[in-house]
Each structure stands twice: as structure tokens, then as C-alpha cells.
């Protein structure tokens, strides 16, 4: 089998990249931005842009099979004009473009990792979200994953090149950037944090799950056509998740009991309403379907994703 792979020099990508050099009978092509991403040994192919008019004949030339990693994350502080506008040149473009060149060259399957934002920014307490629940996305990110799903399922209704769409929560593992790192910050630092109050449930899922679940959706007969939430299993308060991390570095998390609505108000003074209302929200997922359809289990559990990913922040310095 021949995989092509994009996104193969990011943080998922890359974990991917890895674990898909080491399976065999398999080759993998990586998608790269620029030529010194990457070693000069692999079997990869520059390209500088994904957009609507992008050319892929060659990058897919005798692929079997496409994963799509790649895309323009959602930022804090995006600086562009108009982040839809680029969002769905990237996201929506780039994919749909991706996909239309895949299946018009014969690639049997196509798998997109989009994210939980599709869904929604939220969950109540014991009510998660199911996979086959309506979609609600708000922000400009979350709206661009959302219109190039619904634009692969009619490229797969058109052509019968099958569509597995999966839907992660919060990354975390090896070489994770943004709000993770910015938790694991806190927790080394030691400073009391005004969380002790915050009682909210997220999921999250550790790399190597991702990955491990995405291996699975490239080759299982079940997941053609699906679409899946995928964790780590378990849900945890950030307070908790803040624990493990600090627990993991050796150190102890010390929590102040400052009430959600001042919280909320510091946060706002600050510019930070946005930062505080993720620490102090739910957002959690039930990934039974991608359990039960493709008999798919979690190889790590969270300590062990945590302690790996601390392990990785500290041999960093």
C-alpha cells in the first residue's frame, strides 16, 4: 500500500510519518512545505501551498490511499484580513481539490482528520458529543473543517471513493505546541492557579492514540464512509489534568478557590476571557462508536500519554 501523507512535517503528521515508515509492506510519500523540512532519504514531494489550485498529479501518482493532516490551525491572534476567507482557502480548497485529484486517480480511500470544534465549543456536564450528532461549529477554524467534511461526503457520494473523517479533541504528546504547552508551563512553574473551583470534564487524546486510530481508519472495512470522535477514554478536569502534569514533573499543583464569575471577569480585564472560559468549561466526547465499528482500543492510557509528553518537555530544557 501507498500512502500519501500531508501535513507529514506537523505535530500529528509527524507522529504519523513515523509510525506508517515502520509498517510493512507499506511506503509512505510525505507532503512537505519546503525541501529542508525532511531528510533527502524519504520518498517525498514539495509543495509550497494547499489551495484550490493546487497540482497533485504527481504528488499522487500510484497512492493507494490519502491521509490529510494538513490544514491552517486555529490561532489566537490571527492576523489575517478575513480568517475565514483563509481558512476555507486552505481548508476548504485545498481539500476539496485534494480529494476531487485523489479519486479522479484511482485512490481508494481518504482520511481527514478534522476536529471536535465541528460539533461545538461546549458540552454540559454527562452529556458528551456522539459522532453522529448535528454539527454546530462556530469559529472561523471550526467552519471551514465543517464545510470540507460536507464537501468530501459528496466527492465520496460522486465518485465511490470512500471518506473516513475523524474528529479529535485536544492533542497532546511529544512536540505539542499552544495550550498544552502553556498547561505544562503553569504546572512547572508552581504558582498557585485561581482553578480550585473549576469542576468541568474534557477529553483529550494523546498522539499516539490519534495515531493508533488513524492507522486503524486506513485499513478497516468498517470505517469507510464514517465519521469519529476519538479520546483517550477517559474525561478529566483541567484542575485534575493540571495535577497529573505537575505529578509527572514531580511537583505538586496548588489551586486557589476563586469563584468562576470572578474568574471569568479577571479573564475579560485581562483580554484572557477566552483562555479562562477553556479552563473552565466542558468539552467531552464519547468515542464508543470507533470502539465498538472498528474494535479499536487505546494503546496508552492518559498517565502514560502524560508522563511521555513531560518526559519530552523536560529533555527539552
Given at each position: 500500500?501507498?500512502?500519501?501523507?500531508?501535513?507529514?512535517?506537523?505535530?500529528?503528521?509527524?507522529?504519523?510519518?513515523?509510525?506508517?515508515?515502520?509498517?510493512?509492506?507499506?511506503?509512505?510519500?510525505?507532503?512537505?512545505?519546503?525541501?529542508?523540512?525532511?531528510?533527502?532519504?524519504?520518498?517525498?514531494?514539495?509543495?509550497?501551498?494547499?489551495?484550490?489550485?493546487?497540482?497533485?498529479?504527481?504528488?499522487?501518482?500510484?497512492?493507494?490511499?490519502?491521509?490529510?493532516?494538513?490544514?491552517?490551525?486555529?490561532?489566537?491572534?490571527?492576523?489575517?484580513?478575513?480568517?475565514?476567507?483563509?481558512?476555507?482557502?486552505?481548508?476548504?480548497?485545498?481539500?476539496?481539490?485534494?480529494?476531487?485529484?485523489?479519486?479522479?486517480?484511482?485512490?481508494?480511500?481518504?482520511?481527514?482528520?478534522?476536529?471536535?470544534?465541528?460539533?461545538?465549543?461546549?458540552?454540559?456536564?454527562?452529556?458528551?458529543?456522539?459522532?453522529?450528532?448535528?454539527?454546530?461549529?462556530?469559529?472561523?477554524?471550526?467552519?471551514?473543517?465543517?464545510?470540507?467534511?460536507?464537501?468530501?461526503?459528496?466527492?465520496?457520494?460522486?465518485?465511490?471513493?470512500?471518506?473516513?473523517?475523524?474528529?479529535?479533541?485536544?492533542?497532546?504528546?511529544?512536540?505539542?505546541?499552544?495550550?498544552?504547552?502553556?498547561?505544562?508551563?503553569?504546572?512547572?512553574?508552581?504558582?498557585?492557579?485561581?482553578?480550585?473551583?473549576?469542576?468541568?470534564?474534557?477529553?483529550?487524546?494523546?498522539?499516539?492514540?490519534?495515531?493508533?486510530?488513524?492507522?486503524?481508519?486506513?485499513?478497516?472495512?468498517?470505517?469507510?464512509?464514517?465519521?469519529?470522535?476519538v479520546s483517550d477514554g477517559g474525561d478529566v478536569s483541567t484542575p485534575d489534568l493540571i495535577r497529573k502534569v505537575a505529578s509527572a514533573m514531580g511537583r505538586k499543583a496548588t489551586f486557589l478557590p476563586v469563584p468562576l464569575g470572578l474568574l471569568r471577569a479577571l479573564g475579560s480585564l485581562l483580554g484572557k476571557r477566552a483562555e479562562i472560559e477553556r479552563l473552565s468549561s466542558s468539552l467531552c466526547v464519547d468515542s464508543v462508536k470507533i470502539r465498538k465499528v472498528l474494535d479499536w482500543q487505546a494503546p496508552y492510557t492518559l498517565d502514560q500519554g502524560i508522563q511521555e509528553t513531560v518526559d519530552w518537555y523536560l529533555g527539552q530544557g
Amino acid at each position: 500500500m501507498r500512502i500519501l501523507l500531508t501535513g507529514a512535517t506537523g505535530f500529528v503528521g509527524g507522529a504519523l510519518f513515523e509510525c506508517l515508515q515502520q509498517i510493512p509492506e507499506t511506503s509512505v510519500r510525505a507532503v512537505l512545505r519546503r525541501r529542508d523540512d525532511s531528510p533527502t532519504d524519504i520518498d517525498s514531494i514539495q509543495i509550497p501551498d494547499i489551495s484550490a489550485e493546487t497540482d497533485w498529479r504527481i504528488a499522487l501518482s500510484e497512492v493507494d490511499c490519502v491521509i490529510h493532516a494538513a490544514a491552517r490551525v486555529h490561532v489566537m491572534q490571527d492576523t489575517a484580513e478575513s480568517p475565514l476567507v483563509e481558512f476555507r482557502r486552505v481548508n476548504v480548497g485545498g481539500t476539496l481539490n485534494l480529494a476531487r485529484q485523489a479519486a479522479s486517480l484511482g485512490v481508494k480511500r481518504f482520511v481527514f482528520v478534522s476536529s471536535v470544534k465541528v460539533n461545538g465549543e461546549g458540552t454540559m456536564p454527562g452529556k458528551p458529543f456522539y459522532a453522529d450528532d448535528p454539527s454546530s461549529p462556530l469559529d472561523p477554524y471550526a467552519i471551514s473543517k465543517y464545510e470540507a467534511e460536507t464537501g468530501l461526503r459528496k466527492i465520496e457520494r460522486e465518485t465511490g471513493m470512500e471518506v473516513v473523517i475523524l474528529r479529535p479533541p485536544l492533542v497532546y504528546g511529544p512536540g505539542v505546541k499552544a495550550n498544552f504547552l502553556r498547561l505544562m508551563d503553569l504546572a512547572q512553574k508552581g504558582l498557585p492557579l485561581p482553578l480550585g473551583l473549576v469542576s468541568n470534564r474534557r477529553s483529550v487524546v494523546f498522539v499516539g492514540n490519534l495515531v493508533s486510530a488513524i492507522m486503524v481508519c486506513l485499513k478497516h472495512p468498517g470505517a469507510a464512509g464514517e465519521t469519529f470522535l476519538v479520546s483517550d477514554g477517559g474525561d478529566v478536569s483541567t484542575p485534575d489534568l493540571i495535577r497529573k502534569v505537575a505529578s509527572a514533573m514531580g511537583r505538586k499543583a496548588t489551586f486557589l478557590p476563586v469563584p468562576l464569575g470572578l474568574l471569568r471577569a479577571l479573564g475579560s480585564l485581562l483580554g484572557k476571557r477566552a483562555e479562562i472560559e477553556r479552563l473552565s468549561s466542558s468539552l467531552c466526547v464519547d468515542s464508543v462508536k470507533i470502539r465498538k465499528v472498528l474494535d479499536w482500543q487505546a494503546p496508552y492510557t492518559l498517565d502514560q500519554g502524560i508522563q511521555e509528553t513531560v518526559d519530552w518537555y523536560l529533555g527539552q530544557g
